[in-house]
T-cell receptor, first 114, second 115 residues
Framework: KQEVTQIPAALSVPEGENLVLNCSFT??????LQWFRQDPGKGLTSLLL?????REQTSGRLNASLDKSSGRSTLYIAASQPGDSATYLC?????????????FGPGTSLSVIP | DGGITQSPKYLFRKEGQNVTLSCEQN?????MYWYRQDPGQGLRLIYY???????QKGDIAEGYSVSREKKESFPLTVTSAQKNPTAFYLC??????????????FGPGTRLTVL
């Protein structure tokens, strides 16, 4: 059964700093992994979906990498801004025959201090 | 604009009442999902549907029921059997008929509070 963890649980950085959020998964037979952003009291916004055939996916200041062999994905945020403050969640496929299901990590709560 | 709508945004339930949360999508997606989110926790799957007139239980289905009579709609009923229903409920959909099959798109959520 797929399990997804995220480290750290919370992170506070000064504005302008580059930072890395980590996501680990136990079933490496995945074909993609998705990163989301969630603002307080809101739904999830998809940031990046990285396919297993890709090692990296970029969108603006965001870069996601995927290493299936080690069961890890990272989300790199360059030149952080106060507007980046939110909770970031990763989600991996449920594994086995559950290809329609995804398993979410608990999230990393990011605070960017002006 | 294509997207997912959920209503109401806030819902209050008295003890012993059943309430229904609405989820509608115009993305022409086959699969739809209901998740529950508790403070400081990740999302847990309640029910999902891969196609009209079919649905499967997720990890925490007890006390909940769903229907999928139309492709666009996947309402969730929180029954009186659900002992601790206060939470944030999120609906999502995914295309299933094209890659990436399981890419999830979310609605804005409904916050349910038991009085």
């Amino acid at each position: 059964k797929q399990e997804v963890t995220q480290i750290p649980a919370a992170l506070s950085v000064p504005e302008g700093e580059n930072l890395v959020l980590n996501c680990s998964f136990t079933d490496s037979a995945i074909y993609n992994l998705q990163w989301f952003r969630q603002d307080p009291g809101k739904g999830l916004t998809s940031l990046l979906l990285i396919q297993s055939s890709q090692r990296e996916q970029t969108s603006g200041r965001l870069n996601a990498s995927l290493d299936k062999s080690s069961g890890r994905s990272t989300l790199y945020i360059a030149a952080s801004q106060p507007g980046d403050s939110a909770t970031y969640l990763c989600a991996a496929p449920g594994g086995g025959t559950s290809y329609d299901k995804v398993i979410f990590g608990p999230g990393t709560s990011l605070s960017v201090i002006p | 604009d294509g997207g997912i709508t959920q209503s109401p945004k806030y819902l209050f339930r008295k003890e012993g009442q059943n309430v229904t949360l609405s989820c509608e999508q115009n993305l022409n997606h086959d699969a739809m999902y209901w998740y529950r989110q508790d403070p400081g926790q990740g999302l847990r799957l309640i029910y999902y549907s891969q196609i009209v007139n079919d649905f499967q239980k997720g990890d925490i289905a007890e006390g909940y029921s769903v229907s999928r009579e139309k492709k666009e709609s996947f309402p969730l009923t929180v029954t009186s059997a659900q002992k601790n229903p206060t939470a944030f409920y999120l609906c999502a959909s995914s295309p299933r008929d094209r890659r990436p099959y399981n890419e999830q798109f979310f609605g804005p959520g409904t916050r349910l509070t038991v009085l």
